[in-house]
């Protein structure tokens, strides 16, 4: 710096960084005019607090002979010390006009004003840095050394020592910004005792806009770090409490009067908004008079109501409710006590461990009480629901019955009615803890519900209401915690008295729900009205059911305690109950200890069916000990433990009260539901093997063999592999369900064409089938035996048949003589005759003399309307015959002489014999010729059946005018015959 040069040129040179305290004394000193150093002053801005403050001090230090000036000025026109209007306005006059004569005068004063403005910010700057926090120097302290406590108080003195101001905004910044920014800032950050500062030292600036630095607040933040910045309120002047305004200087500046600003703005030389009274930023709530009261409610719960929404921090929101309550801010209590509960909700009850519910404050203002109830008790715990209910739940209930009375709307019941909601709609793991803590025996105080009657119906709801089928324990537990009465009745008022429960019961189902069940709720309804009487007998009931509901439990099939009431005398569902109980028993091997668990189940069977001491009947009331008996027989057999069951009958039968003729029913019921279900027709294996095997557990009888060889009947008939009509091997229940069970033998022989050469074989599966001392039966069989032998060509075996069947016939007519009329012979004797007809007309059969002897036989067995017919066809085969006898003797005769001239000749040559031979001309047969032919054929043999089909075939009668008999069935239904094989014979509609 050139020393010999002029101040002002030297000052002016320096820029703002580089100027020293020397500088302040030595250059900008010794300049003479107070105007410029006091302008100077006011320009330089530094960040160097003492530097700053030689500045101002110089600064302020020029101004003072203005001031001396100006206030000597006011004074020498007398009006300097009058308070009234006509002296301020004088002292303003003249101050203007002086003003106006010696601007210089006017332009310190300004600069005065704000010299000193400055200067109380400067102060103010030296206390914020004081509160604010220390800066983090990082790399001072080695982290390793951090928590050193030998080194602790050393770092601490050292740092105290040597720590630099230090503020997140500069001096130079600080001194000329926006005061009541840099308030929402330090709000912003959570500086409260570098903003404390400024309200104290700047009150009159920032007190009007109070409300918008405390907007500024982060929500998070706890209202204890920042209480003496919130709003309070004055009862004795009804409002806003206002705030004392601190002051740097104890005595008045002069320039600082209202006379002397408002002069100094005529003249443009200060402007309203200076340094210290900054500009309101638009968006800040501007409030220059105290609020009231009502005014001042409403920003707390504005405010509780925005943590609450944003951050969910309950106890920032219940603080800032206690700190505006302990400033004297009144209508808080509500919403405190909102605030309290919901905290409850949050901190105090029970949680999931994955914690996932979610509450806000506003959800749970939505919710109505019993939502709350129900949320309080989301997720408690059976070791947990009593002390919830008595330290949450129970403080809520009289928050609200004080609410009702408050509002003068008293509701004594509320407390109990939410409660009892509660109760009833709980599981019943919770309900058992419920009732454990209201028991009798306790102390009224302590107990949850207190009075008996009303416990009672809960118990009784809640259990009949819920739809656990294996709870029973749980369910004893809460029976052993109700009230026991001593209500005398005779026994038949005590049956009287349950029979009307029972009928109201499901008289209410049907009213009220209209289904057969209903919830606790509902059945709270159903039970609210009873008396004690009437409960007490309800409570006998209850008894009765679950020990019921034990024993079926321990089998298995225990249904919901309500099945009990809705079902007391419906014979149907009880059955029905029962066989799903011994059904359900058939898993494990057979056993002593199998042995031994199937008698327990027939004593508890027969045990549900008893009436109790109590008059009670058992669930099994409605089935008689006989039905239960039988219905446990018959599921023993249903699971195949066929030793079992014939120990039963052997070495238990007085446990079974049904009668021995019984037992032959139950076993062959168990075997046809066994081959029913079955897959497979071999008797071998599988469920027909268990329909075989059920059949020997009684003793021998007629019926048991039947069923036995119709067993092994459908297991040969499978073994035949015969197609049902889907094209897929018939299955056992076909076989049964067929109604005429000859179509099945007919079934066998078309599917297996050597069948007809086993006749025992058929003929015993016949039998086996049911048709054993049928004749009918029997003869239809070997007709169809027959039949078949015919459509393999093997005649002689179709005639050893018929004859077989004549025999058969022919002994039938013998054994009744003055049978004729009786349709068994006459339908035997038409299906024999037909048989023999059918044969003995056949042209490819070239035994003349057996077809004549059947034919004969066909004369004598048909009846007199068809002898003409058979006669026919008798004669005609005798006229062949008798030609062909002529005709072969002829050519023996023939033969003979040939022979003779043949030797007399000496003899021809074999090209000569070979040339006089004949052979006729036989046309060549192609395939449709072939089938044509036997069409024809077939409509030969067929044509003359003189009987009619039972099953509803139109009779085919020959006619006497026709050689041939080809009038007696056209070529359509040759054919069908043809196609269906031996149905003519049984009847079959097809």
Same mark, same amino acid.
Request: net charge negative; aromatic share 8%; with cysteine.
């Given at each position: ?49 003492? !530097? ?19 206030? %000597? ?26 003003? %106006? ?30 509160? !604010? ?27 105290? %020592? ?50 918008? !630095? ?69 968006? @800040? ?11 001042? *409610? ?28 302990? !400033? ?58 009593? %002390? ?13 019955? +004080?609410?009702?009375?408050? @509002? ?47 416990? *009672? ?57 209209? +289904? ?37 439990? #321990? ?28 059904? #359900? ?52 057999? +249903? ?108 079934? *066998? ?7 007809? #050469? ?177 069409? #024809? ?54």
């Amino acid at each position: 710096m050139d020393h010999s040069a002029d101040p002002h040129t030297r000052w002016t040179s320096l820029d703002d960084a580089h100027i020293q305290h020397k500088d302040v004394q030595e250059t900008l000193g010794l300049i003479e005019d107070d105007l410029w150093v006091a302008a100077a002053c006011a320009d330089r801005l530094v960040d160097d607090v003492n !530097l700053q403050r030689s500045l101002l001090d110089l600064g302020i230090q020029r101004t003072n002979k203005a001031v001396e000036r100006s206030k %000597q000025a006011q004074i020498t026109e007398g009006t300097a010390g009058t308070g009234d209007d006509s002296g301020h306005t004088s002292a303003q006059n003249t101050l203007r006009t002086y003003f %106006q004569r010696v601007p210089t005068d006017a332009k310190l004063c300004y600069l005065r004003v704000l010299l000193l403005e400055r200067l109380d910010r400067l102060n103010t700057f030296v206390e914020v840095c004081k509160s !604010l926090p220390a800066r983090d120097d990082g790399d001072e302290i080695d982290a390793e050394w951090e928590d050193d406590p030998w080194g602790a108080e050393e770092v601490a003195s050292s740092t105290s %020592q040597h720590r630099p101001i230090d503020s997140p905004i500069p001096l130079s910044e600080f001194l000329v910004d926006d005061l009541l920014e840099i308030a929402c800032f330090f709000a912003t950050q959570e500086y409260f005792d570098a903003l404390r500062t400024l309200f104290d030292y700047h009150t009159s600036s920032i007190w009007p806009s109070r409300f918008a !630095l405390l907007d500024h607040v982060p929500l998070h933040a706890h209202p204890v770090d920042f209480r003496d910045l919130l709003p309070a309120y004055n009862p004795d002047a009804e409002a806003e409490s206002s705030r004392e305004d601190k002051q740097w200087r104890a005595d008045a500046e002069w320039v600082f009067r209202p006379d002397v600003r408002s002069v100094l703005h005529i003249l443009d030389f200060i402007e309203e908004t200076s340094v210290d009274n900054p500009s309101t930023p638009s968006h @800040a709530r501007i409030h220059s008079q105290p609020l009231s009261l009502l005014e001042l *409610v409403d920003w707390y719960k504005d405010r509780v109501m925005r943590v609450m929404t944003s951050t969910g921090l309950v106890d920032v929101a219940l603080a800032t409710i206690q700190h505006g309550t302990a !400033l004297a801010v009144t209508g808080l209590d509500e919403l405190a006590e909102e605030l309290s509960l919901f905290s409850r909700l949050i901190y105090d009850t029970t949680q999931s461990e994955e914690f996932d519910d979610e509450w806000t404050f506003s959800q749970w203002q939505r919710l109505l009480p019993g939502e709350i109830v129900s949320a309080y008790l989301s997720h408690t715990t059976s070791a947990n629901v009593a %002390q919830d209910i008595r330290h949450i739940v129970m403080p809520y209930l009289f928050v609200l019955e +004080s609410r009702a009375e408050r @509002a003068r709307k008293p509701d004594s019941e509320l407390p109990t009615r939410l409660l009892y909601q509660y109760v009833l709609s709980s599981p019943l793991h919770i309900l058992a803890p419920i009732m454990e803590a209201s028991k009798p025996t306790l102390p009224a105080a302590q107990r949850l519900i207190r009075n008996d009657e009303d416990m *009672v119906r809960l118990a009784l709801a809640s259990l009949y209401g819920s739809e656990s089928r294996g709870a029973w324990p749980t369910m004893s537990q809460v029976f052993e915690c109700l009230p026991a009465w001593d209500v005398t009745s005779e026994g038949d008022d005590k049956h009287d008295e349950a029979e009307a429960m029972f009928t109201s019961f499901k008289s209410f189902l049907t009213l009220s729900t209209g +289904s057969a069940a209903c919830s606790s709720a509902d059945l709270y309804i159903f039970f609210r009205p009873l008396p004690i009487s009437s409960l007490s007998r309800a409570l006998d009931v209850l008894d009765v059911h679950l020990e019921a509901g034990e024993i079926l439990g #321990r089998w298995g099939v225990s249904p919901p305690l309500q099945w009990f009431l809705h079902h007391y005398n419906d014979d149907v569902e009880q059955r029905s109950l029962a066989n799903k109980l011994v059904r #359900r028993q058939g898993s494990s091997r057979a056993d002593d200890k199998d042995q031994h668990k199937w008698e327990s189940v027939l004593v508890d069977m027969l045990k549900l069916t008893e009436t109790s001491e109590s008059g009670i009947r058992g669930v099994f009331g409605s089935l008689s000990p006989r039905e239960v008996s039988s219905i446990f027989f018959a599921g023993l057999l +249903s699971t195949g433990k066929f030793d079992i069951a014939r120990h039963f009958l052997v070495y238990q039968r007085s446990r079974l009260a049904f009668e021995d003729d019984a037992v032959e029913d139950l076993c062959l019921n168990a075997s046809r539901e066994f081959y029913d279900n079955s897959s497979s027709g071999n008797y071998k294996f599988g469920d027909m093997k268990l329909a075989y095997d059920c059949l020997r557990v009684p003793n021998t009888s007629e019926r048991l063999v039947a069923e036995r060889e119709f067993i092994e009947a459908t297991s040969r008939l499978c073994s035949f592999n015969i197609l049902s009509r889907s094209g897929l091997p018939i299955t056992p229940i076909e076989i049964r369900l067929t109604k005429d069970r000859l179509l099945l033998i007919s079934r *066998v022989l078309s599917s297996n064409p050597d069948s007809y #050469r086993h006749v025992d074989v058929i003929l015993e599966l016949l039998w086996k089938l049911g048709f054993r001392g049928d004749v009918v039966a029997e003869v239809k069989t070997l007709a169809m035996l027959a039949d078949t032998a015919l459509q393999a060509e093997d005649f002689e075996r179709a005639r050893e048949l018929n004859e077989r069947m004549v025999q058969t016939v022919l002994n039938l007519r013998a054994a009744d003589p003055s049978g004729a009329e009786d349709p068994v012979v006459q339908q035997a004797s038409e299906v024999c005759w037909v048989a023999c007809f059918q044969l003995g007309r056949q042209p490819e059969f070239d035994d003349s003399d057996a077809k004549l002897a059947l034919l004969g036989r066909a004369l004598e067995l048909c009846p007199p309307d068809k002898l003409h017919d058979v006669l026919l066809s008798w004669r005609r085969l005798e006229k062949e015959d008798v030609e062909t006898r002529r005709d072969r003797l002829a050519s023996r005769t023939s033969t003979a002489r040939t022979r003779k001239a043949s030797a007399l000749n000496g003899g021809l040559s074999l090209q000569e014999r070979l040339r006089n031979i004949q052979i006729p001309s036989t046309p060549l047969i192609n395939a449709e010729d072939a089938v044509d032919l036997a069409s #024809r054929t077939f409509s030969r043999v067929a044509s003359n059946f003189p009987f009619s089909v039972t099953g509803g075939r139109h009779a085919a009668t020959p006619s006497s005018s026709s050689s041939d008999y080809q009038g007696a069935f056209d070529q359509a239904q040759a054919s069908r015959m043809l196609q269906k094989g031996m149905g003519w014979l049984l009847g079959a509609d097809e």
